[in-house]
């Protein structure tokens, strides 16, 4: 029951996060888009540096709901004594939020003539994503580095 409960959990912050995250990524990645310039008036290696400036602050900021996922499911698995089965769904609730805006921001970058610094960056983030998980769920001692701030973390 207690590892039923816990998917549940899990399904219900992948749902949420999938409305929120299009907001906040769009957010986080205003820098980089200023810094890529006009589309049509500027330079490649500006249009690249303003891709991975809003590939940091897509990835910093997501990584944080990623860390919350992973630990969140550790203490889950660790004193609630929920099954181990757990761990796809927290991949999924992790990953396939920030999948479904990527599908969704390369839909409508396809009706603009000009590349979007933000829709670029998010190929970036969902790669650092994936490999993040694995290092949080792995190492978590990481997450206590980097993510103090989050909740559950340091619990």
């Known amino acids: ?11 219900v912050l992948g749902i949420i ?18 810094i890529a310039g006009r589309p049509g008036k500027r ?3 500006r249009f ?3 891709s991975i400036i809003s ?7 997501y990584l944080a709901y990623t860390t919350l996922i992973v630990n969140w499911t550790i203490l889950a698995i660790s004193k609630q004594g929920v099954s181990f ?22 839909v409508e970058a396809k ?3 000009h590349a979007n610094a933000q829709t670029e960056a998010l190929h970036i983030t969902i790669l650092l ?9 792995f190492i978590p001692k990481v997450m206590h580095i980097i993510y103090s701030w989050v909740p559950y973390v340091g619990s």
């Open 1 to 11: 029951m207690k590892t039923l409960f816990s998917i549940a959990v899990l399904i």
């Open 129 to 137: 994503t994936l490999v993040g998980f694995f290092i949080f769920a």
């Open 48 to 50: 690249i540096c303003g």
């Open 85 to 106: 089965i757990i761990w796809p769904v927290a991949f999924l609730a992790a990953i396939l939020p920030l999948w479904i805006n990527l599908i969704h921001a390369r």
């Open 111 to 113: 009706e603009i003539e």
């Open 43 to 45: 330079s490649k290696v």
């Open 55 to 61: 590939a940091i602050g897509q990835s910093y900021v």
């Open 17 to 34: 996060t999938n409305f929120v995250a299009v907001f906040v990524l769009n957010v986080v990645g205003i820098p980089g888009v200023l």
